[in-house]
């Protein structure tokens, strides 16, 4: 067998998640092995709905934290995220209403989401914003078998255009995009 280097040796095995001090080994042992820390670092899910999967990243992103990791992005809409961003980082909401409307893919229902956005904002409160905590979505906003309204992706857009290049900038406002957009149910008819 060839031998295992010290990074795969760090966290080759099995631990315990009981009260975590294994796994907080494991990964400091782990990050402390490298010359300097890796700046992304990568999990990934073996398969989706397994419950175990979300409270295990949840355990890892509070070591990470701890070892100057201040970000994390899960496989949610990238646009329904910023209000999820927003609601961790100290803006007004409540935690009811993060869950509601800042996932895609049922993962608002989670109650290890809830564990995460819960302890996100918990340990924002009342640090410098440089080192608050930040989430982020990666994936598009589709579902299997419909899409949600592109309402809230263009107006975020138009919301940004108008803010970097002014609002003189557009033959059309505001307002053109509601009429243009219409009711936002057809989008998710799935009968259409």
């Known amino acids: 067998m060839a031998s295992t280097s010290p990074i795969t040796a760090a966290v080759y095995g099995s631990f315990a998640l009981d009260d ?34 979300p409270y295990l ?3 890892i992103f509070q070591v990470l934290v701890e070892h100057g990791f201040r ?37 608002g229902q989670l109650d290890a989401i809830r564990e995460l956005v819960a302890w996100m904002r918990a340990y924002n409160h009342g640090r410098p914003a440089a080192e608050r905590l930040a989430f982020y979505g990666f994936d598009a906003p589709l579902e299997t078998t419909s899409a949600p309204s592109s309402r809230r992706y263009l107006q975020h857009l138009h919301g940004y255009l108008t803010e970097h290049l002014g609002p003189d900038s557009f033959l ?17 008819d799935r009968q259409r």
Do not use: C, Y
């Not at 059309?172 to 998710?188: P, T, V, Y």
């Open 20 to 53: 975590g001090r294994e796994l907080t080994a494991a990964l400091s042992s782990l990050i402390e092995a490298r010359d300097s820390p890796p700046k992304p670092l990568a999990l990934g899910e073996p398969t989706h709905g397994e419950p175990v999967f």
């Open 57 to 59: 990243r949840n355990r």
């Open 71 to 107: 970000s994390i992005a899960v496989e949610s809409d990238q646009i329904a995220a910023l209000q999820f961003d927003a609601f961790v980082r100290g803006e007004a909401g409540t935690l009811n209403q993060a869950m509601a409307e800042s996932f895609s893919h049922g993962l």
């Open 172 to 188: 059309h406002g505001h307002a053109d995009l509601e009429r243009l957009l219409d009711h936002d149910e057809r989008w998710s």
